[in-house]
C-alpha cells in the first residue's frame, strides 16, 4: 500500500492546505477555520483540541517516541501516512563534529519499526532527493513540523497555513506537555524559525497563530 510520489504531488497540487504543529498556541484555532482547509495535517503525536476531527494526512517519522499510531488510524481515518524520512536510506552527513538530529542518518529502523502498520495503512516515504533538499534548507534535520511544510509546499498547494509552530519558545508541545530541550539536541531551532519566517514575508506560507508582525 506504499503510495508514489505522483500520487502525493497531485493530493496537494493546487489545494488548500493547513499543518497542524504541537505547539500550545494551535488552541487558538477554532473548528471553523479549519473545516475550510481541502487538507488537514496533523504531525507526531498529535491529539484533537476542537470539534474539527480530520485527519487528512498523517505527518510523522514514525519512530520510537511516536505512541498510539494504530489506534490513531482506526479511530481518524487518514487518507495515507506521510513519512518523513526515505525507506532503505543511509545518510552519510559531513557534521564536521556537530552534534546532529538523526546523527546515526540509517533510517531504515523506522520500516522495521512500522512494519505492521506499513502492510494495511497507504502511506508515502519521501525521495532521497527531497529529504536531501530539506536538510540543505536548514543545514541539519529539520524537526517534523518543519520538515512537514519543506515537504509539501514543493507540491504546490493554492494555499499553504500552518498553526502551533512556536519553534519550541514556549518549551512545551503536544499542546501541554514539558518540552526538554535535550530532546531538540542537533536540531537548528533559530534557523527553522529564520527560513519559516521568509516563507510567510513571501507570502508562501500564512501562520494562524503567528503575532501581528509574522501573521
Given at each position: ?14 489545494k488548500s492546505v ?55 488510524i482506526s479511530r ?140
Open positions: 500500500m506504499r503510495l508514489n510520489e505522483d500520487f502525493v504531488a497531485d493530493f496537494f497540487n493546487n493547513v499543518i497542524l504543529g504541537s505547539a500550545p498556541c494551535v488552541l487558538n484555532v477554532s473548528a471553523e477555520e479549519l473545516e475550510q482547509f481541502d487538507v488537514i495535517v496533523r504531525v507526531n503525536n498529535y491529539a484533537h483540541f476542537n470539534a474539527c476531527r480530520r485527519v487528512d494526512v498523517y505527518y510523522s517519522f514514525f519512530g520510537r517516541s511516536i505512541k498510539g499510531i494504530e489506534e490513531k481518524d481515518n487518514p487518507k495515507f501516512l506521510f513519512f518523513k524520512y526515505p525507506f532503505d536510506f543511509v545518510f552519510n552527513k559531513h557534521t564536521k563534529g556537530r552534534e546532529i538530529a538523526g546523527k546515526s542518518g540509517d533510517f531504515r529502523y523506522v520500516q522495521r519499526l512500522r512494519k505492521d502498520v506499513l502492510q494495511h495503512t497507504k502511506h508515502f516515504a519521501q525521495t532521497p532527493a527531497n529529504f536531501i533538499s530539506s536538510f540543505c534548507a536548514i543545514g541539519s534535520i529539520p524537526t517534523t513540523g518543519v520538515s512537514a511544510i519543506l515537504d509539501i509546499i514543493r507540491y504546490q498547494p493554492s494555499e499553504l497555513a500552518i498553526a502551533g509552530f512556536d519553534f519550541f519558545k514556549s518549551k512545551k508541545h503536544n499542546i501541554n506537555e514539558v518540552w526538554h530541550p535535550k530532546d531538540g539536541n542537533g536540531h537548528d531551532f533559530e534557523t527553522e524559525e529564520t527560513v519559516v519566517l521568509d516563507l510567510i514575508a513571501n507570502k508562501l506560507v500564512k501562520n494562524l497563530t503567528g503575532d501581528k508582525n509574522n501573521a
